[in-house]
T-cell receptor, first 110, second 112 residues
Framework: GQQVMQIPQYQHVQEGEDFTTYCNSSTTLSNIQWYKQRPGGHPVFLIQ?????EVKKQKRLTFQFGEAKKNSSLHITATQTTDVGTYFC??????????FGSGTQLTVLP | NAGVTQTPKFRVLKTGQSMTLLCAQD?????MYWYRQDPGMGLRLIHY???????AKGEVPDGYNVSRLKKQNFLLGLESAAPSQTSVYFC???????????FGPGTRLTVT
């Protein structure tokens, strides 16, 4: 699997503020998936990006795949308390397995 | 559909004891995975399987064995548990290596 660095490791925001997490790789990625894990829960798939420069939106969430396919970001507009959790990127470098980033733990203060 | 289920949910072992974690999926997925999650370490792949009767090592396979005798089940075994194996274990399945993974609820294992 591909090795990636995910930043920041932790982020505290006030409810209503925006939030962004970044996933960076030193090598070109074939695709990247994003997952969310609520406290005490299990990871849940959010989205997959495959194309260079791809941008996908899910309500307040915007996902981007870099032009060089070496980085990706997840941006949440106007955070809500329901956004609390850890967000993982998972690049797929081979056909058989993903490598999960270390995650960004988001805390939303009411 | 139950999705991915794991048993047990919690377990406490003493050093040197053995146990088997069971994962079952009802989505007819070919691929199944075992991960461990430790604080600040994200998810690390232990072993995976790309089909019935096949298994392969992941990032951290030492101390674990797996079997996939039936397509719907993936077993993770600890032959001689060590405190370093204290973790939360997640099973996942997917249609292929390029599709999303569906995770089970996890097993919290403590080795004393």
């Amino acid at each position: 699997g591909q090795q990636v660095m995910q930043i920041p490791q932790y982020q505290h925001v006030q409810e209503g503020e925006d939030f962004t997490t970044y996933c960076n790789s030193s090598t070109t990625l074939s695709n990247i998936q994003w997952y969310k894990q609520r406290p005490g829960g299990h990871p849940v798939f959010l989205i997959q990006l495959v194309k260079s420069g791809e941008v996908k939106k899910q309500k307040r969430l915007t996902f981007q795949f870099g032009e060089a396919k070496k980085n990706s970001s997840l941006h949440i507009t106007a955070t809500q308390t329901t956004d609390v959790g850890t967000y993982f990127c998972a690049p797929g470098g081979s056909a058989r397995q993903l490598t999960f980033g270390s995650g960004t733990q988001l805390t939303v203060l009411p | 559909n139950a999705g991915v289920t794991q048993t047990p949910k919690f377990r406490v072992l003493k050093t040197g004891q053995s146990m088997t974690l069971l994962c079952a999926q009802d989505m007819n997925h070919e691929y199944m995975y075992w991960y461990r999650q430790d604080p600040g370490m994200g998810l690390r792949l232990i072993h995976y399987s790309v089909g019935e009767g096949t298994t392969a090592k992941g990032e951290v396979p030492d101390g674990y064995n797996v079997s996939r005798l039936k397509k719907q089940n993936f077993l993770l075994g600890l032959e001689s548990a060590a405190p370093s194996q204290t973790s939360v274990y997640f099973c996942a399945s997917s249609y292929s290596g390029f599709h999303e993974q569906y995770f089970g609820p996890g097993t919290r294992l403590t080795v004393t």
